[in-house]
């Protein structure tokens, strides 16, 4: 049976991307259309089309040149009749054999579809053994001819992706965007956290062998830097995780790859293997981990974990699998440091010298981002290691802006985290260094509580100094005089206007889109490495670039931002417009975003975005749902003047602007002198008068 081309289906979110619109605008094609391609599948919420049929209409009706082949080759995999996760194995796999031996990968893919879906499992066959070892131990299964067939397509147009960015970036960029489409499915370690945990378990030592115990995705072993000679180990209880990995892995370097899909804690996989460094994001919060089937188990060597310190049962394991001397690197909820069942297993853990530093990270680096997260450092007491003495605590909260979302300043806490540990790894002990690190003897430690929590033991430095505060008073009261110098004044309007005073014809950003006065681009938060994102969050502030993206997205799918551009966030209601400066100009277009690019032949920017800003068009371009709101950018109306015309606008628009920045200014440093005066007062730093 020949699988037919159009049997790829896209949503009409997938139809939004590919003619670069919104939702909306598809809905109003499916009503104002009637040759508008039927429903094939889905709901009749979310119903799917034929891709094929897609392409075909947007074609004929002037809305789509070509598609993209990454955008063709997502659509395929993402309407796979098997979903999407068979069809990122079947890609990983053939991507391996692409990558391993082109020549195989030529001779198979130079006959016909049915043809090509029979040679191919004897070809991966070979790739994988010699990547993943034999069928009973590795976790990627081989798929017979008949799961192949429908697959083919898919295959095809992927090799021919690869061939542009490379084996690597292609599986990166089909895996980035599956795990993006889908967040409540996967708990993902971005890339900031899972570099330093990578760091931290192995830039002391060799770590031939490192361990994963709940590999997820893979993210944390593929930050570990390839080496000749490494061996890479992941588990995971969910098999299709535990195969997307291997691939991952194995297309990322030319380590030794092995995972296995078992639960861990209840049936280990590496039972007898001792690993260098062990590197875990465990689940969270987990009471069904095994508390009663485990209670003899010989790996509670600090203690029999409570029912709900399912995070203490990981950590255990962890040691457990260390070689003696070895460093394991977990990921931890707050709470584990300070809840009162895990109190006696905290204590074993200093006693011993297991525990070797607890690591405060901000909020907002890692899921659930409302947290800040710990990471505790630990390794495997030897027969002859004598305990340490102390325990290093960091706070790296105050790293990062204050809701956590300031990506970019990511290394600075990475390289204070390392400078620390480092020390301490080094010395046995750390200076201290107020707000930030301190290293605490384990007996101050050692109370009823067993309290690890840096911010307990390790409070902020109060701001409250004299000299520091005046001069956050020097500036806001500059900031102030400057917002009421800013203060715009308000134009003389007559109280009623004249009946034969004509109002300018107004239009549409769509009627504009379409008479070329302006392009409109949808965000998709893709960037390149080190690119950073323009964010929803940044345009309401006002703030620079704070998100970040995908290592592996093409440079050539990223909406980057240049001076004039006006940048429009999409949901939650409130009316705000941005226009792009040099400072912001480069940053790629972040999701929930529109941008519009003014021709500047014919349209002003502050003058579009002033005009976009304005409260009562937000309120007739807004569909509602029971909890948010989604703006149609393209319903927004503007007057249609002549270039001429719009100038005295622009100009006004540009003094609200600057008005609206010093009050934004001026706000954060009367905040941080509130701030640093409660905190003067309450640590003894200033006084009551």
């Known amino acids: ?46 119903p799917s089309f034929a891709l094929a049929d897609v392409e075909r209409w947007l074609r004929a009706q002037g809305k789509l040149v070509e598609v993209p082949l990454r955008e063709r080759v997502w659509q395929q995999l993402a309407g796979h009749p098997a979903g999407p996760v068979t069809a990122l194995l079947h890609t990983g796999c053939a991507l391996l054999l ?121 993210a944390l072993l593929r930050a570990v830097p390839p080496r000749p000679g490494r061996h890479l180990y992941g588990q995971d ?91 394991a690197v977990l990921l931890m909820p707050p709470a584990a440091a300070s809840r009162r069942s895990g109190r006696r297993i905290r204590a074993d853990l200093l006693r011993r010298g297991a525990l070797r530093a607890v690591i405060a990270l901000p909020a907002g680096a890692a899921p659930p981002y409302n947290l800040p997260l710990h990471v505790w450092v630990l390794r495997r007491p030897g027969p002859a290691t004598p305990p340490a003495p102390e325990l290093l605590l960091v706070e790296a909260a105050g790293i990062l802006a204050a809701d956590g979302r300031d990506k970019q300043l990511w290394p600075a806490v990475q390289d204070t985290v390392l400078d620390a540990w480092r020390s301490f790894d080094r010395h046995g002990t750390a200076e201290e260094r107020p707000g930030l690190a301190r290293s605490v003897p384990v007996l101050e430690l050692l109370d009823d509580e067993v309290d690890l929590a840096p911010a307990r033991r390790l409070p902020p430095p109060a701001p409250g100094g004299g000299t520091e505060l005046a001069t956050v008073r020097e500036d806001l009261g500059e900031a102030l005089r400057r917002a009421a110098d800013l203060t715009p004044p308000l134009t003389a309007c007559p109280e009623r206007e004249p009946a034969d005073t004509p109002h300018p014809p107004s239009t549409t950003v769509g009627e504009l889109a379409r008479a070329g006065a302006l392009t409109l681009h949808t965000g998709t938060g893709a960037g390149g490495p080190g690119v950073p994102v323009l964010t929803d969050h940044d345009v309401l502030n006002g703030g620079a670039p704070s998100g970040s993206a995908h290592e592996s997205t093409p440079d050539e799918a990223v909406v980057r931002t240049e001076p004039g551009d006006v940048v429009v966030p999409v949901f939650g209601g409130g009316a705000a417009a941005r226009v792009i400066d040099e400072a912001t100009a480069g940053a790629a277009l972040g999701r929930g975003l529109t941008l519009l690019r003014p021709d500047p032949a014919a349209l002003d920017p502050w003058f579009v975005a002033g005009f976009l800003r304005g409260t009562a068009g937000h309120r007739r371009a807004s569909s509602y749902a029971s909890t948010s709101a989604r703006l149609d950018v393209r319903r927004l109306r503007l007057p249609r003047l002549p270039l001429a015309g719009q100038r005295g606008y622009s100009e006004r628009f540009r003094e609200l602007a600057a008005f609206e920045d010093a009050l934004r200014l001026a706000g954060r440093l009367g905040e941080q002198l509130v701030r640093g005066m409660h905190d003067g007062l309450t640590e003894g730093t200033l006084p009551p008068r």
């Open 1 to 46: 049976m020949k699988p037919r081309d159009d049997a790829t289906e896209v949503t009409a979110a997938g139809i939004a991307r590919l003619a670069g619109v919104g939702r909306a605008a598809v809905s109003n094609w499916r009503r104002r259309h009637g040759d508008f391609p039927r429903p094939v599948g889905g709901t009749e919420t979310s």
């Open 237 to 327: 209880s969910a098999p299709e995780l535990a195969a997307l990995t291997a691939l991952r892995l194995a297309l990322h370097s030319d380590a030794t790859v092995r995972t296995m899909a078992a639960d861990t804690l209840r049936a280990d996989a590496y039972a007898d293997r001792r690993a260098d460094a062990v590197l875990c994001h465990p689940p969270f919060n987990e009471r069904n981990w095994g508390h009663d089937e485990l209670a003899y188990d010989t790996r509670w060597e600090y203690g029999f974990p409570a029912r709900a310190e399912s995070e203490l049962a990981w950590v255990q394991h962890a040691l457990a699998r260390l070689v003696d001397g070895g460093t």
């Open 98 to 218: 692409l990558r391993d031996r082109p020549p195989a990968w030529l001779a198979v893919s130079a006959v016909s579809d049915e043809r090509m879906a029979q040679l191919l499992p004897d070809r991966l066959d070979e790739v994988v053994a010699m990547r993943f070892g034999a069928r009973g131990e590795r976790a990627v299964h081989l798929p017979e001819p008949a799961e192949l067939l429908p697959s083919v397509p898919l295959l095809r147009g992927v090799a021919e992706l690869a061939a542009e960015l490379g084996a690597k970036q292609t599986y990166e960029f089909l895996l980035g965007r599956h795990t993006d489409a889908n967040p409540r499915q996967y708990t993902l370690t971005p890339a900031g956290p899972a570099a330093l945990m990578a760091e931290l378990a192995v830039s002391g030592a060799p770590a031939r062998t490192v361990l994963d115990p709940a590999c997820g995705t893979g």
